[in-house]
């Protein structure tokens, strides 16, 4: 779970720097990492055993220059959580308007579709779905759903719940407006969640070299720093003596 691809030094941790990214692409192209959308992965027969869906959420501006075009480069894929309100405008949520809170256009988002990346809604105004009422969050849910399919042509069927907070009335809104599939930001692997309106994600944080992203892609948890890798290693080796 990527979100802003900043040029400069970023101001949020969830922000990654631009040529970061670029390693990133570049560590997942050489130790052959197979990207796809997160959709292909509810159907995963088919796909090869080190593959990853690399997703953005919020739809910031520089995602267009430091990510999008770069990963077309390196014939990959990813999917985009948009924030319908904000569509050419500024993550108001973020606070004051900045270059780091600029949004995707309309433009640009159907030109990332029509290359084959996907997308998906994040909501019209980015609120904190679990409390909200049942009436707003449909309204959310489908106000968003709408746009997004009049502006690229195609079905929007992905979501990812704003600040990663839902309440049950959530996934019952998610499924009447006609979503399949939601993401949460709770770290783990995509197929130990039976639940598809809870999909598991790893978080990338500013700081988030490639060998870090390595240990991500072995871990599935947004915590590896080596204080608890050893503490994972002396659990096995227990294990391992105790059995
Ligand atoms: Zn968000």
């Known amino acids: 779970m990527y979100h802003g691809t900043t040029n400069n030094y970023p101001v949020s941790k969830y922000s990654i720097q631009a040529s970061q990214f670029k390693k990133h692409l570049i560590y997942l192209r050489k130790n052959g990492w197979h990207t796809v959308c997160l959709s ?17 959420d919020d739809g910031y501006a520089d995602n267009f220059e430091n990510a999008f075009l770069p990963l077309l480069e390196n014939n990959m894929k990813a999917t985009w959580f948009i924030t319908t309100d904000g569509i050419g405008k500024h993550a108001e949520w ?6 780091q809170t600029k949004m995707l256009t309309a433009s640009q988002l159907s030109e990332m579709s029509a290359a084959g990346m996907e997308i998906g809604s994040h909501t019209c105004s980015h ?14 849910l489908s106000e968003s759903k709408q746009l997004l399919e009049a502006l690229l042509q195609k079905p929007v069927k992905g979501f990812a719940y704003p600040f990663g907070r839902y309440n049950e009335e959530s996934l019952t809104a998610i499924t009447a407006t006609g979503y ?5 930001t709770r770290s783990g692997w995509f197929d130990k969640e039976p639940n598809p309106l809870l999909i598991r994600r790893v978080t990338i944080f500013a700081d988030d070299t490639a060998a870090i992203l390595a240990r991500k ?17 002396s659990q096995r080796l227990k294990a391992k003596f105790l059995h």
Do not use: H, I
Request: hydrophobic fraction near 35%.
């Open 40 to 56: 292909e992965l509810c159907t995963p027969d088919d796909l090869p055993d080190k593959t990853v869906a690399l997703t953005f």
């Open 94 to 99: 973020m606070g004051p308007p900045s270059e």
């Open 127 to 140: 609120p904190d779905l679990s409390q909200a009422t049942f009436e707003q969050q449909a309204r959310e």
């Open 180 to 184: 399949d599939w939601a993401c949460s």
């Open 217 to 233: 892609l072995a871990f599935a948890d947004n915590d590896v720093s080596w204080k608890k890798m050893a503490n994972y290693y």
